[in-house]
């Protein structure tokens, strides 16, 4: 791994930030049961001690309290946000002591939370790390680095008038390149139907290895089965020297009869397992199969997502690691 590059997420974690939902007003009769996921995914991810330090981030009194009773392990961060969704509104860590902090605008301006744009630099401030400033917006959710500099992201976020403006795909390059250490950058496309953010890479593709990128294989019934082709399509003729493997996806998943970007390459990657989410679907088994595969290393755990999907996301969403 280059000194310079942001560490792939299978890099050993000193800890986790993990979002608790916490807004009532937000999830509505999906607030307890959400909870409940978010808990089982940070017990998943702790390991009893054997896995990494989680830090459980609540926006409140009430919500903290309950984060202490639901994790009696964890430690809990009472910090204002506007929702859970840390990978995004939280700092991107190019090691433990550093904190890259990106402009925030609410997913191109459709949802302005208080709390969302400044709870990164409160974060690494009170884990007393340097706090270096970009002047671009960019949400973690939209990049997905192998550690070795290499980065994948979709043209539909990254190239978004609604997030930079006016900014060529050179122009991105050179920035991945100056805050984040990448130094060459897969294209893919549109991502998921009907993803709030605009198409985030992962939801659609994520590495696995140094080298090794996994895409969904779409079935009949599923409404992206053409985004998961034309992804894998582009990584083919991208000329970078990648290993693509295709793992199952959800098919077609409805939430009030409209179309939700349910996805098992939403996992999350910690020091002692590797947490996919499930839905209730039947390909929720063969999905963690085939992560089992690729990271024979580590316990491969699938857990119920359905309720923090009713929020816009997973369990990738909602945490940000920090390295050892």
């Known amino acids: 791994m280059s000194k310079l590059c942001q560490p792939a997420e299978w890099a050993r974690h000193k800890a986790v930030w993990i979002g608790f939902p916490s807004h009532e007003d937000l999830w509505g009769d999906d607030l307890l049961p959400a909870r409940e996921e978010v808990a089982a995914f940070a017990r998943a991810v702790h390991a009893d001690g054997a896995g990494e330090k989680v830090l459980l981030v609540a926006a409140d009194a009430e919500a903290a309290a ?3 009773e639901a994790c009696p392990f964890a ?3 009472p910090e204002l946000f506007g929702d859970i969704w840390l990978r995004d509104t939280g700092p991107i860590m190019r090691s433990r002591n550093e904190a890259r902090l990106f402009a925030f605008n609410g997913w191109g301006g459709k949802y302005d939370l208080p709390g969302d744009n400044d709870v990164g630099e409160r974060l690494a401030r009170l884990r007393g790390a340097e706090v270096i400033r970009a002047d671009w917006t960019l949400e973690g959710g939209a990049i997905d680095g192998d ?3 290499l980065v994948v992201t979709t043209e539909q976020c990254l190239l978004n008038r609604n997030r930079n403006p006016g900014a060529s795909k050179m122009a991105i390059e050179q920035r991945l390149h100056d805050d984040l250490g990448f130094t060459r950058v897969i294209w893919l496309g549109d991502g998921l139907i009907n993803d709030h953010t605009d198409g985030h890479v992962d939801n659609l593709a994520r590495f696995v290895a140094p080298g090794r ?4 294989e779409g079935t009949d019934n599923d409404p992206n089965w053409r985004v998961y082709q034309h992804a894998a399509e582009r990584v083919h ?4 020297e990648v290993e693509l493997v295709r793992v199952p996806s959800p098919g077609r998943y ?17 020091n002692a397992a590797v947490i996919v989410p499930q839905y209730g679907v039947a390909n929720d088994a063969a999905a963690v199969d085939a992560f089992a595969a690729l990271f024979p290393e580590r316990r491969v755990v699938g857990l119920r997502a359905d309720h923090i999907l ?14 050892a």
């Open 237 to 240: 003729f991208s000329g970078a």
């Open 213 to 216: 990128l996994a895409i969904p």
């Open 254 to 270: 409805l939430h009030d009869e409209e179309i939700v970007p349910a996805s098992y390459m939403n996992f999350y990657i910690g």
């Open 75 to 77: 430690e809990v961060i």
């Open 66 to 68: 309950a984060a202490g």
């Open 147 to 149: 550690g070795t500099g």
């Open 310 to 323: 009713t929020g816009g996301g997973s369990f990738h969403c909602i945490s940000q690691q920090i390295p």
